[in-house]
């Protein structure tokens, strides 16, 4: 059996996030400053995986939520992660899938230890990363664990293409003839592009956009948001559209994953939907993105611009058991946007 221990912050914070920074399935929502940044929230209960020789081979970023005090001693689940869009094994890279699979099944166990019911776990996508291996997907169902899939959420991303010549043969050519329109008006409104660093300029939009169309807040506060893009200015950019008249009629967060540009919130005010603005910022981002971003990995562009998930989560707003947002799933399939499943797993411990 591999040896399993506990994440102890400061003896364990240097080896984890150098462990991140140097494997292609670390990503930047792993390492400690922004997996702790709202650590009030959860209880953290993050692990590392040592081999025979004490190398250090996976973590797995996990955590359960505070139970109250008369909760004590009821059953709990341990989530991978709740406070993040994705968890999951993180492993070193080369190892084997058998190895991997090892991992897993002996992380299981030690879990038993502690009385969790459940490990709820989504895995990173394959899509946000150089390595395409879903070697994951397979263990998680193997027949030696009971598990379940809980939910696949539909994620839409565009092919981003690899040049100018790309864009306008193939690229452009998969937008409808309804976006073809849209992004026609767009470009007769005089509207611009702008890349900024402070949250407070537009967090408002959001807020508003998410509370009248779905009843939500964002899941970050202003102030979050802004303490995360300052410590990973590199991955998380401030995207805003003014109009002719200099005001803010649509903005984004946008995060950097290694081969895939997320949107993670896209907003747009009355004046900016009536402009198509929002059309207008994800072409411009398909059409620009080489030059717009800069990339850790010059070798070898971004692939995909992802345009996050249209499943509706407040469930106030199901009908009849659709949990498709079938206006927002149909705004993104007019870019060609394909689709990737997230898939996420409820295995009994």
């Not at 005089?190 to 402070?198: A, F, G, P, Q, S």
Request: net charge positive; aromatic share 14%; proline share 2%.
């Amino acid at each position: 059996m591999y040896s399993i221990k506990k994440f102890e912050f400061t003896k364990n914070k240097t080896a984890w996030n150098v462990f991140i920074k140097n494997n292609s399935e670390g990503h930047f929502f792993f390492e400690t400053d922004y997996l702790f940044y709202h650590k009030e929230r959860f209880e953290d209960f993050s692990l590392l995986i040592y081999n025979q020789k004490n190398e250090l081979i996976c973590v797995l970023p996990a955590c359960f939520e505070k139970i109250e005090e008369e909760k004590i001693g009821e059953e709990k689940n341990i989530f991978s992660h709740k406070g993040l869009t994705f968890g999951g094994f993180v492993f070193k890279d080369k190892l084997s899938f058998l190895e991997k699979r090892k991992c897993v099944l002996d992380c299981l166990h030690f879990l038993e230890k502690y009385n969790f019911k459940y490990l709820i776990i989504k895995p990173i996508p394959s899509f946000f990363l150089m390595d395409k291996n879903e070697a994951i997907h397979r263990i998680l169902n193997d027949n030696l664990l009971e598990s379940t899939i809980l939910r696949v959420e539909a994620n839409c991303v565009i092919d981003l293409p690899t040049s100018k010549t790309d864009y306008q043969n193939t690229t452009y050519q998969n937008y409808s003839k309804r976006k073809k329109r849209n992004l026609k008006k767009a470009s007769q409104a005089n509207l611009e592009i702008e890349k900024i660093k402070i949250a407070t300029d537009f967090w408002k939009i959001i807020e508003q956009n998410l509370r009248c169309r779905h009843n939500l807040l964002p899941v970050h506060s202003a102030i979050e948001i802004q303490l995360l893009h300052d410590k990973f200015s590199q991955n998380i950019h401030f995207l805003i559209v003014k109009n002719s008249k200099n005001d803010i009629i649509a903005c984004s967060v946008v995060f950097i994953y290694q081969s895939t540009i997320h949107l993670q919130y896209l907003a747009a005010t009355k004046k900016g939907k009536e402009t198509n603005a929002l059309d207008f910022l994800i072409n411009y981002l398909v059409e620009n993105h080489s030059v717009f971003f800069n990339k850790s990995t010059p070798s070898k562009g971004f692939e995909y611009l992802s345009l996050g998930v249209s499943d509706l989560r407040n469930t106030n707003e199901i009908r009849d058991n659709n949990s498709i947002n079938e206006g927002l799933f149909k705004w993104k399939e007019e870019f060609g946007a394909k689709v990737f499943s997230h898939f996420v797993y409820q295995i009994a411990l």
